[in-house]
Nanobody, 119 residues
Framework: QVQLVESGGGLVQPGGSLGLSCAAS???????LGWYRQAPGKQRELVAH???????NYADFVKGRFTISRDNAKNTVYLQMNSLKPEDTAVYYC??????????????WGQGTLVTVSE
């Protein structure tokens, strides 16, 4: 079981920057860590994810603006968000996708942290 705790959300002006952090506890072996977001009334969507080896994937709408990184020693994943836009406003969720021996994958979620981009 993986437990995730996010931090770093808040209010930021358009064009500004904000950094999110997610600390994971429990086993993170073969775990992909990522960030998703969900605006009110909308489907949760992938923002970015990163493998234990450092391979990253970004949604098109954040490419060039957001950077995901992880510190495996600290079991922490980060999301640096730059050039923020009002449409980035959402609850951001930390996600851990763990592959077990059978090959099945399980998703674990943090509680979410609200990012509001507004004047």
């Amino acid at each position: 079981q993986v437990q995730l705790v996010e931090s770093g959300g808040g209010l930021v002006q358009p064009g500004g920057s904000l950094g999110l952090s997610c600390a994971a506890s429990g086993s993170t072996f073969s775990t992909i860590l990522g960030w998703y977001r969900q605006a009110p009334g909308k489907q949760r969507e992938l923002v970015a994810h990163i493998t234990s080896g450092g391979s990253t994937n970004y949604a098109d709408f954040v490419k060039g603006r957001f950077t995901i990184s992880r510190d495996n020693a600290k079991n922490t994943v980060y999301l640096q968000m730059n050039s923020l836009k009002p449409e980035d406003t959402a609850v951001y969720y930390c996600n851990a996708r763990k592959t077990v021996l059978s090959g099945l994958q399980y998703d674990y979620w943090g509680q979410g942290t609200l990012v509001t981009v507004s004047e």
